[in-house]
């Protein structure tokens, strides 16, 4: 994990900050991996592949996702939970590799949440125009847990809310290698992700990637 050690120089990432009680920014701290993430991501998408997926409300999604881990999170008309098998092929999802669990422990120990062990990771895929509408994270089995998110590709305007739906979120901009880190008195807060702008990343293409790492289970 040399890419995560702080350099002399050679190691441009702004500093961790938390901007709200409990949530951590932690600007480029995964740019360094990007090669290594997009082939993981690759791998899952080969065995898993992006999806569709409908509410219980009958919308389809904007979003495609997948998982990887021992349990992924889906939706149907039944409602939404984690489950370790795809529904599409009803196998087991593909594991969760090894870099992407020490990543996400690392940047839930800086913000300081020492332990973290996931044991699912969602994968969000935005082409432009995708969005993801206000809402809570709570399908989940203790939110005693962070959830760390990884932002790759075209950049996206975050919304950060508060505990009731009707509170006024903040913006936040997430770019190509951001980890943010939602635990504590953060992880029920509302959030979404405002439609995504068209545009081309040099490394990820015209496309928005997100995984976030939960402990589900
Ligand atoms: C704040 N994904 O998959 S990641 C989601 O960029 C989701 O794809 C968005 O919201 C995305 O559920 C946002 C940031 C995030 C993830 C989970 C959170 C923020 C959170 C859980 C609690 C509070
Ligand atoms: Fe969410």
């Not at 991501?41 to 495609?64: E, K, Y």
């Not at 993801?132 to 919304?159: C, K, N, W």
Request: charged share 20%; net charge neutral; with cysteine.
């Amino acid at each position: 994990m040399a890419g995560q050690l702080p350099l002399a120089f050679g190691d441009l990432r702004p500093p961790a900050t938390e901007f709200l009680p409990g949530a951590w920014h932690l600007p480029r701290y995964a740019a360094g991996q990007a090669k290594a993430l997009l082939a993981a991501i690759d791998l899952v998408n080969q065995h898993a592949p992006f999806r569709s997926m409908m509410t219980p409300g009958r919308r389809w999604m904007s979003v495609a996702l997948t998982n990887c881990g021992a349990l992924g999170w889906v939706t149907d008309q039944r409602g939404y939970r984690y489950q370790a098998t795809d529904p599409e092929s009803g196998r087991p999802w593909p594991p969760l590799p090894d870099g992407l669990l020490a990543l996400a422990q690392g940047a839930a120990s800086v913000a300081g949440y020492p332990g973290f062990v996931p044991d699912a990771c969602l994968i969000n895929r935005y082409l432009p125009g995708a969005k993801m509408a206000l809402h809570q994270d709570r399908d989940e089995r203790s939110y005693d847990h962070p959830i760390v998110s990884v932002s790759l590709g075209l950049p996206a305007t975050f919304l950060f809310g508060g505990l009731e739906r009707t509170d006024r979120p903040e913006r936040i901009l997430l770019e190509h290698g951001d980890v943010v880190v939602f635990g504590g008195p953060a992880r029920l807060r509302f959030h979404g992700i405002l439609p995504v702008a068209d545009g081309e990343h040099p490394e990820v293409g015209r496309q928005r990637l997100n995984l976030t790492l939960r402990k589900a289970g």
